[in-house]
């Protein structure tokens, strides 16, 4: 009988999923004694009635390198050590079914899962690994949060559309001579934010490790109109907040749905700047244009030599391990190392310093 692998995509999309799936799938019909299946929306597929699991094989995989978002589709609502349940009267609790889902993974034979997803998922991915789960990690997010490795895929191409829409922003605002700000998707980690101005040229960025003080934002924006450039570019990321402040969101009502809905800060932001300064601005939420469509060729490299890695590591029974890029290398890393702290913007990182030296005001 053959060993079967289990594929599973979870928590937010990403560009490049489907690429680390496809390499998976090659490297996986290279060897005889493999078969690949793919659980539908994270574990979901392996905790409903009837189980929704798919075979991938080569046709199946066939040209997806290039999509966008997940051909067995992705969840970050809910999991095996949290899963929704609705009560009688409406209301929502959350349940443990870590040992369900393991139940039926030896059910169907599974021999080892690939969790491709971010900290929440590699978490979860370490609860599994800890109760006897074969499992490999490949990490996952466009925010490029995670520990232990140099970069995860999906970001280069976030930082590809934040930037084309610097550029853009550019072009509109001089010939209105405004003051636009672009508020860019990080929850904790301003990697995209900071990678987008300096690419674009933007003249102050806002990241939510520095929370910012809205004079020296203005005091930037003054600069340039003392220095008659009478247009700026302002990006800001979504979990930035100013001193002494909260970040800006809205609560789910969606069960199993943890994190706040982040989004509007360019607009609070606006609002602060306008109490000191009468100067037209817009504001621009890029949203999840960043997390859809076509993965660049950076991205789809990186995903496929990350889903050929993660199979040998399959092989090679490395399990409570992630596949992770260090030094130009596909290497490893412990999963509980990756997940120990987030990877975020060091005060010491030398792009921060580049953005400060060329002149970005970092809003402190
Ligand atoms: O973690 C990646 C991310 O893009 C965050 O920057 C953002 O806050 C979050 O996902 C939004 O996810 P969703 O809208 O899918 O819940």
Avoid at 33 to 62: A, C, F, R, T
Avoid at 283 to 308: E, M
Wanted: charged content about 20%; hydrophobic content about 40%.
């Amino acid at each position: 009988m053959k060993k079967r692998l289990l594929v599973v995509t979870t928590g937010g999309d990403c560009p490049g999923l489907n690429a680390v799936i496809r390499a998976i799938v090659k490297r996986a019909a290279r060897e005889s004694n493999w078969e690949v299946l793919g659980s539908i929306e994270g574990y979901h597929g392996m905790l409903q009635e009837p189980l929704q699991l798919v075979l991938l094989d080569s046709n199946k995989v066939s040209g997806i390198h290039v999509m966008g978002g997940s051909i067995i589709r992705t969840t970050n609502k809910g999991g095996p050590f949290n899963w929704p349940v609705k009560n009688p009267d409406g209301s929502w609790i959350t349940v443990d079914r870590s040992d369900e889902l393991i139940r039926r993974l030896q059910y169907q034979n599974i021999d080892a899962v690939i969790c491709i997803g971010g900290d929440g998922s590699q978490r979860i991915s370490q609860q599994l690994f800890e109760k006897g789960v074969n499992i490999v990690g490949v990490p996952k997010t466009i925010d490029n949060d995670l520990l232990c490795t140099d970069l995860t895929f999906g970001f280069q191409t976030a930082v590809e559309v934040a930037t084309d829409a610097v550029d853009k922003l550019v072009t509109t605002a001089t010939s209105h001579s405004r003051t636009m700000i672009l508020e860019v998707m990080g929850r904790d980690a301003g990697w995209i934010a900071l990678n987008a101005a300096v690419a674009g040229g933007a003249h102050i960025v806002l990241i939510p490790e520095i929370p910012y003080d809205v004079q020296k934002v203005i005091a930037k924006i003054e600069e340039r109109q003392e220095a008659s450039k009478d247009f700026a570019i302002i990006v800001i990321a979504e979990g930035a907040k100013p001193i002494g402040g909260e970040v800006t969101g809205s609560k789910s009502t969606q069960a199993g749905y943890e994190n706040l809905i982040l989004g509007g800060i360019g607009h609070k932001l606006m609002g602060d700047i306008k109490k000191h300064l009468d100067i037209e601005m817009r504001v621009t939420i890029l949203g999840h244009l960043q997390r859809g469509g076509i993965p660049t060729a950076y991205d789809r490299i990186l995903a496929t030599q990350f889903g050929v890695k993660a199979f040998e590591m399959v092989q090679e029974e490395r399990f409570g391990e992630m596949v992770a890029l260090k030094n130009h290398d596909i290497t490893s890393a412990p999963i509980t190392e990756a997940i120990a702290q987030m990877n975020l913007v060091d005060p010491k990182n030398y792009l921060q310093k580049t953005a400060r030296e060329i002149g970005i005001c970092l809003g402190d």
